[in-house]
């Protein structure tokens, strides 16, 4: 399929990121047992890779164990860009869970290029390092070279003041919970001051405020003090993100580098679309490596037939949903010569349906043979179902 539609012009970007899907059932040949961002415990899982084009256009997807980091995961894609498809100088772009430094060697090897981010950590690193300066950081796009890496810098305002608003609340939900447990125990002579603090302190830690909400304990209240230096300290980086690459600036511009790193954005929405619409990955219940592959590919198949009919039916402001739900009304008649053979004769679609297979430019036939081909639905496909 990937040479069929990029033999001539191979891409020189690849966007790869990875998710899990969990199991039905625990003998699946890829399932294990990992970190899963489906919100399901104690099910096992399999780890999906998805490697897309410049265009955001699946070219290879690869099933994994469920246990594999992420990072894991990288080297197969490479050797793939590489030796499977033929590609020289391209760049890869992926998170910052995802291209770390044995991906980067790994990379630099066959001499291809990455496009990542760097963590928190690494950004304090550097700021104290005097690599980076807070003053850089702004709403436009900014850069700094060093040992031929390029930073690529920039605070992004309304990430910020979605940081500080999360932090308003849960403070707020804690001065709740204070209020709550100052009345119990004071309706409560003998309830123990000691237990309620350590409930209070348990929930500060779990929201990840203790670091500038400080709890203290007067007879038998509860009170939270707010350390306003920790809590500048904490919110100094809010909305702050530095990407890194090797790319040269005249390969790629700090803009075009800080929007190559946006366009994951792409890979995750096929993501949501493939586990959370009616293309369905899950739930998944057969259990060879064959047929888990099979089962994958035709999903992210079935995406790519979605991004067609989306760009097709644009121009026509129909979604997805409701233009196949338009096309439902498709029939045929079946028509039968006496003592000969018969045939299926389609009927001319109504406009709705003619604008939408326009759109898609196909024609319909006047008529098909009759194969007496066996169609199963939804319900009778798990009575077919084999026991792998």
Not at 9 to 26: A, C, H, I, M, N
Not at 106 to 128: C, M, N, W
Not at 331 to 342: A, D, H, L, Q
Request: net charge positive.
């Amino acid at each position: 399929m990937f040479a069929a539609r990029r033999a001539e012009q191979k891409p020189r970007l690849f966007l790869y990121d990875v998710t899990s899907s969990y199991l039905e059932g625990d003998k699946n040949a890829f399932g294990a047992y990992g970190y899963g961002r489906d919100g399901k415990k104690n099910k096992k899982q399999i780890v999906i890779g998805l490697l897309c084009d410049e265009q955001g256009e699946p070219v290879s997807v690869e099933v994994f164990k469920g246990n594999t980091q992420d990072t894991q995961t990288f080297a197969a894609q490479v050797n793939k860009a590489s030796t499977r498809f033929g590609c020289e100088q391209v760049t890869f772009v992926g998170d910052r869970g995802m291209i770390k430094s044995g991906q980067i060697e790994d990379l630099s090897r066959v001499g291809f290029h990455y496009i990542t981010a760097i963590t928190k950590p690494q950004i304090e690193t550097l700021l104290k390092a005097g690599v980076l300066q807070m003053e850089l950081f702004d709403s436009a796009v900014c850069e700094v070279e060093q040992d031929g890496v390029r930073y690529v810098l920039r605070r992004n305002p309304s990430r910020a003041e979605q940081l500080a608003a999360s932090r308003a609340d849960k403070q707020m939900r804690v001065e709740q919970f204070v209020k709550e447990r100052n009345l119990y125990l004071t309706e409560h002579p003998r309830a123990k001051v000691a237990t309620a603090e350590k409930a209070l302190l348990a929930k500060v830690e779990r929201l990840k405020i203790d670091a500038w909400l400080l709890v203290e304990v007067k007879e038998r209240s509860l009170q939270l003090n707010v350390n306003q230096a920790a809590l500048e300290e904490a919110s100094r980086l809010d909305g702050c993100y530095v990407l890194k690459t090797d790319l040269a600036a005249s390969v790629a511009s700090k803009q075009e580098v800080h929007d190559r790193y946006k366009d994951l954005a792409q890979v995750e929405q096929a993501f949501r679309t493939c586990k959370t619409t009616h293309l369905e990955t899950r739930p998944i219940h057969v259990r060879t490596e064959a047929h888990t592959r099979a089962h994958v590919l035709v999903v992210m198949l079935a995406f790519l037939i979605r991004r067609v009919l989306s760009r097709a039916w644009a121009a026509l402001d129909v979604t997805i949903e409701e233009g196949l739900h338009q096309l439902q009304v498709l029939s045929s008649t079946e028509m039968k010569v006496k003592n000969g053979g018969s045939c299926l004769r389609i009927p001319k679609p109504n406009p709705a349906c003619s604008a939408l297979l326009n759109a898609l430019d196909l024609r319909l036939p006047e008529a098909l043979p009759d194969g007496n081909v066996r169609v199963d639905t939804r319900r009778k496909l798990p009575e077919r179902r084999k026991p792998y």
